[in-house]
C-alpha cells in the first residue's frame, strides 16, 4: 500500500470532524470529499491503521467512521499547520 497524499488525508479527518457524537458514524463517499475512490480508500486504510477514528466499519457498503480519537485530532492539526 502506498502511503496517501497529506490533502486525501485532511480530507477524510475534516470531514470526520464534524461527526459530533461518539456513537455517529459517517458513511465516507469519494465523491463528496473530491477524491478519487482509490485515493479515498488508501487514506481510509492508512488512518484507521495509525488509530485516528473510535469506530469505524468496512463493508460491501463503503466506509463510515466514528468521531476522531485523540490520535486523530493531532494528525488533523498536524497535517493541516505544517
Known amino acids: ?3 496517501p497524499s497529506r490533502a486525501d488525508c485532511i480530507a477524510i479527518l475534516s470531514a470526520v470532524s464534524r461527526v459530533g457524537e461518539a ?3 459517517l458513511a ?3 465523491t463528496h470529499l473530491g477524491l478519487a475512490r482509490n485515493a479515498m480508500v488508501n487514506a481510509a486504510v492508512f ?3 495509525r488509530g485516528c477514528f473510535n469506530r469505524y466499519t468496512f ?3 463503503g466506509f463510515a467512521m466514528g468521531a476522531l480519537s485523540l490520535q486523530g485530532r493531532m494528525h ?3 497535517l493541516s499547520n505544517g
Do not use: C, K, P, V
Open 1 to 3: 500500500m502506498h502511503n
Open 23 to 25: 456513537d455517529s458514524l
Open 28 to 30: 465516507l463517499d469519494h
Open 47 to 49: 488512518l484507521t491503521e
Open 59 to 61: 463493508g460491501t457498503a
Open 76 to 78: 488533523l492539526d498536524q
